[in-house]
């Protein structure tokens, strides 16, 4: 698996996460918006995705061993991420 499969792997997982809670999803975008690497546009794939090997370093910091819960992010850690960045925005 490519690093840019893996990452949009975790990025939909992530969305799945957040199917239900609509009152996140603005959070979420900014938080998305805030990964993006500058000038996304001109490196390949030409896809808004955050760089694989920062994404990589953090699913191992947060989860050990090769940082993959369940095949991407667990839910509820993801929920409680942005309701605290909701809460604490700066």
């Known amino acids: 698996m490519t690093a840019t499969t893996a990452t949009f792997r975790t990025l939909l997982s992530a969305a799945g996460a957040l199917r239900s809670r609509p009152d ?3 959070t ?3 938080s ?3 990964l993006l690497p500058n000038r996304w546009w001109r490196t390949r794939p030409f896809l808004p995705l955050p760089d694989p090997d920062w994404l990589r370093f953090r ?3 947060a989860y050990g061993g090769d940082g993959t819960v369940d095949g991407g992010v667990a839910s509820d850690d993801l929920v409680l991420w942005l309701e605290w960045r909701r809460a604490w925005p700066s």
């Open 32 to 34: 998305y918006r805030s």
């Open 59 to 61: 699913l191992v910091t």
């Open 28 to 30: 979420a975008i900014a």
């Open 24 to 26: 996140l999803w603005p």
